[in-house]
């Protein structure tokens, strides 16, 4: 016989463990957040010509296209110049310049789960191919280029291939685990690989975040070993963890954009140098907590960085002191130029519509100088 | 979910049609089984009946036979059940029960019952029309056989399977009632309307015995008062939101509620009630908890004078409830129930009634109007062994004996059969039904002439020429190396194909053509096969070549490509070509590849699976 209290009790603790389910619901899951990468927003300037890549259409999703605009010469009209053929719906990697050929990657996105890899050496207007990489990772430094053809990738699992010009596909470099094992690498305490470049020389270039403090990690390829750049941080940041954002090369000259300490206290500079061995420091500029949001490259070094809260810096050259420029233009994506010494662009994108400003030498305010419908093909990435 | 559903418009007329077919045939079917049986059985009854007038039954309704509070369940959920087959007869059923039900009941429950719920929806959606049809005749029959057998082990088996195809409904259909996800209220259907049918089937099952002393009913009130406190208490909890008035959770419901489309005046009450709630919240939870805490406690009691006061109030409520909160719960998108307000007073009302001793059954009425069955259960007259039954004479001496609920009962059940059994060959396959593709691309094209010949440079670096395939049927599409989208998708189909098609696969060549010129480099293909997993598939080839060969091939076949700006993939043609062993053309297929989800895949794999044997056929 069943007696109805043991059915109402049955039926009591069904209800709690119905309750439980649906507070359990409720609970948020703690997780450690990730740690900040650098949009992949950018911009170059490479004989002559600057490069920029834009995200635009929407925020995120399949309907989300970044776009490749050339400015050929200082003074001339922004144009785009988006690789064709491809859907760029995970973001463009302008390869770290290093000839007369520019050399973009297209990150995996959706079904497509590795990296083609284009080249144009006309502006733009015509487009070869590179073989795929299995996947290149997700910061702006990932793809390098040097003056003969070789490139350098860094992939999502920090494994880093090279390719030869003329070859059928890529061949291994090294990853992020045998270079934080080697000598170097253990004297940093590589955690995360950052960005590649090549030396005017041609000499491979890999850069990272160390767990030691006071150590930039910078490695350059020296025959088939890896050795630490030497970079001499000023005593005032020895004690702090130093994170390399970027690494390029502008002309003959290697640049690292280097953040140095965490939150309130950190602070940003440059290391740059001519021959890979000897770096040269800028001064210092304090973040006042704000997070550096995406950097590009101009000619002579000089660097410009977009903050978070609308704010931007430029350093117009090794050894310049940083300059805040002016509130950014309006925009849901801005990104710097630097087309010619002194003259900086601010694209700013909002949807289909980019919109090019420019502070010109001596003035304090953005002046519009170009809006550019883009034809964004919503809907063809589903 | 991945796979919940088949992505297809609900109201697709291609699927839309052939389920509205498949009710037709079954429909007719039913019918002339239904008329079979009828007529073998008054044709054999009647002039058995005329030899011994002496045996024909006591005057009474049948329906009266069993203890009212098992009658009332017994009918008023064989109601129910006839309401919801007649509901699954919505055109938009066939496609759109996993995505506009199963789905949205499932999205806020936890991991484990994403994935289970996900598993049925996808297997629906793989054959949307045999289930639709099916579950419109399981429950049609599951009703009519509660209502057609009264008493007697034919009943009690109905309630057996109106129990199980209820815990069915409940596990995928309800998604446990969303007992596991956050919001639970007794407001909005907790525990599930599914979970009180498959309860009152499993009551509907006991034997005549437990019916006949009070025990059972205070079970049953027991059980219901214990829950309806747990749900006062849930009701009650601070910070679930329900004491709160404008931006609470129960005027966020009701509001939501009253924008479905539905009948004006219907629209009006839910509208003023969410008003109502908005601007006196506190009060509203403060009558709900109440009734819910008082009638609870009323049941647990079990004491029959207070028990007929709380069951009115709590009959009132679930009525104001179900008008009020539930929408009368059809309306809105699909509605495949009146949700679980009427279960629960019909519950309620099964337990009061059941407070009651019943009198003895009258066996010897009850033994005429229920057939020999009735006397198996009764344990009272073992009968003849099935073996002896089956013998003409037997069987025509059990026509001749069986009462009208038996013969329903097993009129019902052939209905039941009608719908499980198309089903239930329909799942035994793997592969979804080919009407998905057809609903997103049309039938397949005849075509003819022969195919263009070409010389191009497969995955592995080998030249393969269409010539030196003759001998195989050739199944051509044409794919973009770098596509982020479609051409993924048709390989997988391309893919499944090649599976379906088994020891058949070897007289078979899958080839598919780079469409996209610029990355026209054999690494590109590769990479294609790697990400896709069809590097091991032997009869695979994906070729290229140089971009002037390429669109020699793209003209020969006719199919375009599309150069579009602003970092938009390479637009082209979604076709495939069979060609037959001769090297002629047979047939096209347009393989857009619609939603993509596991069943269209599947379909567009089965479609392809299927042209390629028609031509190794021929």
Known sequence: MIRPWRIALLAWLAVLIAGCGSASGHLATASAAPPATLSLTTSTVMSGTTWAVVPMGAASGPNLFWQLFALPQPGQRWSLATPPDIATNGALVLASPGGQALTV??????????????????????????????????????????????????????????????????????????????????????????????????????????????????????????????????????????????????????????????????????????????????????????????????????????????????????????????????????????????????????GGTLTAWKLAPGTVAWAREQVIKVPIQYGSSS | MPGMNSGLDVNDPTVVAAFRSALSHQGIIALLIVAVLSVAWVSVRRPALVESPGEEPAAGPAWLADPAGRRLLRIGFGLLWLLDGLLQIQPGMAVGLPSQVIEPSAVSSPAWVRHLVNWAGTTWSYHPVQVGAAVVWIQLGIGLWLLAAPTGALSRLAGVVSAAWALIVWVFGESFGGIFAPGLTWLFGAPGAALLYCVAGMAVALPGRSWRTPRLGRAVLGGMGAFLAGMAVLQAWPGRGFWQGTSGTLTGMVQSMAQTSQPRVLADLVSGFGSLVGAHGFAVNLVAVAVLGLTGAVFLTGWRPVVRVALIVFVVACLADWLLIEDLGVFGGLGTDPNSMIPMALLAGAGYLALTRAPEPASAAQEQLSGPASSAASGRAAGPRWGARLRSAALRGSLVNAGFGTMASACAICVIAIGATPMALAQATPNASAILAQAIDGPVNAISGPAGGFTLTDQRGSRVSLASLRGKVVLLTFLDPVCVSECPLIAQEFRQAGQLLGADARRVKLVAININPLYDEVSYTRAFDRQEGLAGVPDWVYLTGSPQRLRQVYREYGVTSQTLPAGAMLGHSDIAFVIDRSGQLAEELDLDPGPGTAATQSSFGTELAVAARQQLAS
């Open chain 1, 105 to 350: 990657g297209i990150r995996p996105s959706l079904y497509l789960d590795f990296s083609p890899v284009t080249v144009t050496r006309d502006h733009g207007h015509s487009w070869t191919t590179l073989p795929p990489d299995p996947g290149l990772a997700d910061f702006p430094d990932a793809l390098a280029a040097a003056a003969d053809g070789q490139v350098i990738a860094i992939g999502s699992g920090g494994q880093v291939s090279q390719y030869h010009q003329g070859a059928s596909g890529w061949t291994g470099l090294t990853s992020q685990r045998s270079l934080a094992a080697s000598p170097a690498g253990r004297r940093c305490g590589l955690t995360a690989l950052t960005g590649a470049a090549y030396t005017s020389a041609a000499a491979p270039l890999l850069a990272g975040t160390c767990s030691r403090p006071g150590q930039a990690g910078i490695f350059v390829r020296t025959g088939d070993a890896w050795t630490a750049a030497e970079v001499a941080l000023p005593a005032s940041l020895r004690g702090q963890a130093v994170r390399v954002l970027r690494l390029t090369t502008t002309g003959t000259r290697d640049i690292a954009l280097l953040e140095a300490g965490a939150g309130s206290t950190a602070s940003m500079l440059t290391a740059s140098s001519t021959d890979s061995s000897h770096w040269m420091l800028s001064a210092a500029s304090g973040l006042a907590g704000r997070q550096v949001i995406s950097a590009s490259f101009g000619a002579r070094g000089s660097v410009a960085v977009v903050l978070t809260g609308g704010r931007a810096e430029i350093m117009s050259g090794t050894g310049s002191p940083w300059r805040t420029l002016p509130t950014l233009p309006p925009g849901r994506t801005v990104t710097l130029a630097l087309p010619a010494v002194g003259t900086i662009d601010a694209l700013a994108a909002d």
